[in-house]
């Protein structure tokens, strides 16, 4: 008997079009969460993001950023509104490429696992909506309910390969045979691990290798409204037009702590 498969899946650029952690930072704005000058902050390392990649030290930036951001806010609150606003956010930003390659992995009869550098906050339920079989994300450190602002485990890098490699070992994957899919040079562990690897709207550095090592390029170009192609539950009320899901990512937290501030002025 052959052994089985799995095709994995890097989340931002690969599945959906934008950072789901830099997306929602002018609707922060909007609803008073956060300052003018971060949200130009996340304004410009999405723009980098988007035109050229981000490298090593740009990711380690913004890793510091992000983790310092959230750290005190209370996470019953952040899951409750992630669950509240997260259709509203994810659904049109989904490429229509990417849930085709999906629903044609699942038909052969692979596991489908999104491998993503974003929080599990976010990560976890767009994988619950594309109908993945596992997640691997990145996870905050929680104390008594609340995030402290460490990273607890970085799925980046050369991280994202060693968590193929367990799954693998743990569900009996075949990796010869497997596929893996990414945008990004950072990602090259988690391709090179695999015996299908693409490199998809891949950046610079990224497009250098794949051509190098002869693997397929796939350019998606069509965000689609996942409701259109994928059955969904009905989508929770938006939270009084605050961030409209922007709290989907890992700033959502601040909400939280607006909120605490002004009961207690």
């Known amino acids: 008997m052959s052994r089985p498969t799995a095709a994995f899946f890097d989340l931002d650029k690969t599945i959906i079009a934008k950072s789901s952690t830099l997306a929602f930072s002018r609707p922060f704005q909007a609803g008073g969460l956060i300052s003018r000058r971060a949200v130009l902050r996340s304004a410009y390392a999405q723009f980098v993001y988007l035109v050229g990649g981000a490298d090593h030290d740009q990711m380690e930036k913004l890793r ?66 594309l109908g993945a079989d596992h997640v691997v994300a990145t996870r905050l450190e929680i104390v008594e309910g609340r995030y402290t602002g460490e990273i607890e485990y970085y799925a980046y890098a050369e991280e994202k390969a060693i968590a193929v490699r367990q799954l693998a070992e743990e569900r009996g994957y075949d990796l010869a045979e497997c596929y893996a899919y990414s945008d990004s040079i950072t990602d090259v562990p988690m391709l090179e691990a695999v015996g299908h690897p693409y490199a998809v709207n891949p950046d610079r550095d990224l497009r250098k290798v794949a051509n190098a090592q002869g693997w397929p390029v796939l350019v998606f170009v069509k965000p689609v409204a996942l409701r259109s192609r994928v059955p969904l539950p009905p989508a929770g009320p938006t939270l009084a037009a605050l961030a409209v899901g922007g709290l989907a ?17």
């Open 64 to 129: 510091h950023f992000l983790s310092q951001l959230v750290g005190g806010w209370d996470v019953a609150t952040v899951r409750e509104i992630v669950a509240d606003t997260l259709h509203h956010v994810v659904d049109p930003l989904v490429y229509d490429e990417a849930v085709s390659l999906i629903e044609e992995h699942r038909l052969a009869g692979r596991d489908v696992v999104i491998v993503s550098t974003s929080g599990s906050e976010v990560v976890e339920p767009i994988g619950e909506m």
């Open 249 to 265: 990512a890992v700033g959502g937290v601040l909400w939280a702590n607006a909120r605490k501030r002004r009961l207690e002025a």
